[in-house]
């Protein structure tokens, strides 16, 4: 279990993470979502006792992590966003070092090691160094070197970025498999469909803020039934506004010279008849996007922008 | 303390994978050695000589010059030099004629005046390992001299690409006059400190004409004359293994692994301290190898060898711990190796590396022999002349074990207050 209570980070003035609370169970995946540079990174390092918060308390399955952080790190397997590996050495020699850190010895260490390798489907690939590795392989090692110590509490910082299909589904199975057995999982992403399909609990993040959280059918419910529906083009705002202002069920979220969001039920069938009308108002639309409810429409509606710029 | 264990087996997996640097960095000392003895006149060894083919696809006066570095005063009694197209220096090579083709790539002049990457390409004999090697180390120093030289001509190389991207005739002769007086003077102030290449000026050694005065300690006579060159060789290569080893902490940072120990319940120590106990079986290694060497080849006297051994260690360890430590304090590891390489070269010289105290002048030996590695130079000496008293070498070797702890202790919390850096 993970509790967190009230995180604060900064670095000089930028805060990167702000008053963060949230707890992630046993046997739960807890989505950490949010774009670039929302501060996913910075809450997993305070987590895993790499930065050291400017506020608040984390406590990993009880252990604050700032005053008992050996306690609370023993517990901890994390897989940083970035590769970590000794590009030099095998994939064997990885693991045993890494296990060794977690205070794995001896034979135990050894035969760990073969089982995470197997488990990783780099048996075949054992001896070599990692830095002939494919990078979807190298990152399935670091997901390897994660859980060599078999950690109740996994910290993964966007584990599928950049990597190939089958790769991803081989790291989300064994993600998966890991949380069956009753760890429990922080997953940062910045994939909603990633976030949607594997998380069963969520944190949207964004500029250091967390700005939502709860189940999925929670974040949903926020979000409510309705689509949103962005035009691009020319528009005069004003008569844009004062003509929408006579459609039931519309809500404006924006309408700017270039950029119309609008809000509501099924938007596709009534694409024709707001057309219409907004063409009475002279618009000129070039581009239509409709987008049903989802974490996506949800992070639109709370930050009055798309997560993928 | 396990961890310690672990810590440690893993550089030494990782330096026997790499591991020509360390034969490199025990290597280099000794063809340097050699140069010297040649230069007073000394052994009839057989001088090594690197075949380096370079293929100019950039044909500019900069290739033009890197080309002629190459065969200029010391460096050509180092490397024979062969101008070549690329395909018929990659025949050559394959054939095994010559150690290593340097590819000069088409716009490598421009991409040097603009400060924009540019890549050489050294292709080394595979069939050869020491040679190559050095061509390798060669071109890297040079290299990081095009980086020094940016800082300071800067200013100077911008206006000259301007010039050269602006006027369709040229530059005129007085824009050139201009330009070359201002880099003339900046490279009459630094000279000495800065150029890296300096190194191969240094051999120049002309000993018989030094003040027979400036024996800073008598050497006994039956004593062979490649004795005066030999201890400060094996000090040579310990700066060069200080140095080597002490870069290792960027890779550990490059890597994200030093990161990562961070978040392992592991203590930053214990890992730190298996670094550095992985570097000192390295230069123990080294060190064993070049003493041997010595005693056959170079008249080392076979007494105390044990003993020198040990200094050797301790001395390297302490080289280590220092260089890291000024490593750790500059933000990039091209910093680094610019700081530290820049540190050593003088240090070297003045510290009876490159010329022998005995053949310095009185107060030159007096200042070489106050820098560390001068210092340890001195006491090496003395332990392999049997001119010590124990007591004085207990509190010698007190004194380098003190600083070791400093330095270990100072590198130990820098690397903790810099962790989360990339
Ligand atoms: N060590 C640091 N020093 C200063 N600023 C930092 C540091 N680490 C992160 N930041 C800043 O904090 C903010 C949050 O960064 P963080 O790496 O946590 O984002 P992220 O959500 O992980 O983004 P990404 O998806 O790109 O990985 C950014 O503005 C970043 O520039
Ligand atoms: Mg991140």
Known sequence: MIEVEGLQKQFGDLVAVRDASFVAHPGKIFGLLGPNGAGKSTTIGCISGLLQPTAGHVRILGHDVVTAGQ????????????????????????????????????????????????????????????????????????????????????????????????????????????????????????????????????????????????????????????????????????????????????????????????????????????????????????????TQPSLESLFIKLTGKEMRE | MRFFTSAVIKDLHRHRRDFWKPV??????????????????????????????????????????????????????????????????????????????????????????????????????????????IAEETISVMVDGAFYGHRLFGDELREIADVLATEEDGPTALQIVRVATRIGAIVEQVNEHVDPLSITVETEVDVPQSDPQGNVSGIEADVADTFYVFPGILLMALVFMGEGLSGDIWVERRQGTLKRVIATPSTLH????????????????????????????????????????????????????????????????????????SLMFPLMMIGGSFFPFESMPTWMATVGSWTPNGWMLVQLKAILLSQVEPVGLALAASFLLAILLLMFWGGWRRTWSTRARH
Request: glycine share 8%.
């Open chain 1, 71 to 290: 306690a609370s790190r023993r517990q901890l397997g994390v897989m940083p966003q970035e590769l970590a590996l000794y590009e030099d050495l095998s994939a064997t020699e990885n693991l045993s070092f890494w296990g060794a850190a977690y205070g794995l010895r001896g034979s135990e260490l050894k035969s760990r090691a073969r089982e995470v390798l197997e488990f990783v489907a780099l048996q075949d690939r054992a001896v070599e160094p990692v830095k002939n590795f494919s990078g979807g392989m190298q990152r399935r090692l670091n997901y390897g070197c994660a859980i060599m110590h078999r950690p109740r509490v996994l910290l993964l910082d966007e584990p599928t970025a950049g990597v190939d299909p089958q790769s991803r589904m081989r790291l989300l199975e064994m993600v998966k498999e890991q949380v069956a057995s009753g760890a429990c999982v922080l997953y940062t992403t910045h994939y909603m469909e990633e976030a949607e399909t594997l998380c069963d609990e969520l944190a949207i993040i964004d500029q250091g803020t967390l700005i939502a959280q709860g189940d999925l059918a929670e974040l949903r419910s926020m979000v409510g039934q309705r689509d949103i529906l962005r035009l691009t083009g020319v528009f005069h705002a004003e008569r844009v506004r004062s003509t929408l202002a006579n459609f039931d069920g519309v809500e404006v979220l924006q309408a700017d010279e270039a950029t119309l969001r609008l809000e509501m039920r099924e938007a596709t069938r009534h694409l024709a008849k707001l057309f219409e009308a907004l063409q009475s108002a002279e618009a000129d639309i070039r581009e239509t996007t409709v």
């Open chain 2, 270 to 341: 214990a890992f730190l301290a298996g670094k550095l106990a992985a570097g000192l079986i390295v230069i123990g290694c080294v060190s064993l190898v070049l003493l041997v060497i010595g005693t056959i080849y170079f008249g080392l006297p076979g007494k105390n060898l044990p003993l020198a051994w040990a200094w050797m260690i301790l001395s390297g360890a302490v080289l280590t711990a220092t260089m890291q430590v000024v490593q750790l304090w500059v933000s990039s590891q091209r910093a680094g190796s610019v700081v530290t390489n």
């Open chain 2, 24 to 133: 490199l960095w025990g290597a280099i000392p000794l063809v340097v050695g050699e140069l010297l003895i040649l230069a007073m006149g000394g052994s009839d060894g057989v001088k090594p000589r690197v075949e380096l083919l370079i293929s100019d696809e950039d044909d500019s006066p900069l290739s033009g010059f890197v080309k002629g570095a190459f065969s200029q005063g010391e460096m050509a009694e180092l490397f024979h030099v062969e101008a070549i197209s690329q395909d018929a220096g990659r025949e050559q090579l394959d054939q095994g004629e010559a150690s290593a083709l340097l590819i000069i790539p088409a716009g490598f002049q421009q991409a040097v005046l603009d400060d924009t990457p540019c890549q050489l390409t050294l292709i080394t004999n595979p069939a050869q390992q020491i040679l190559p090697g």
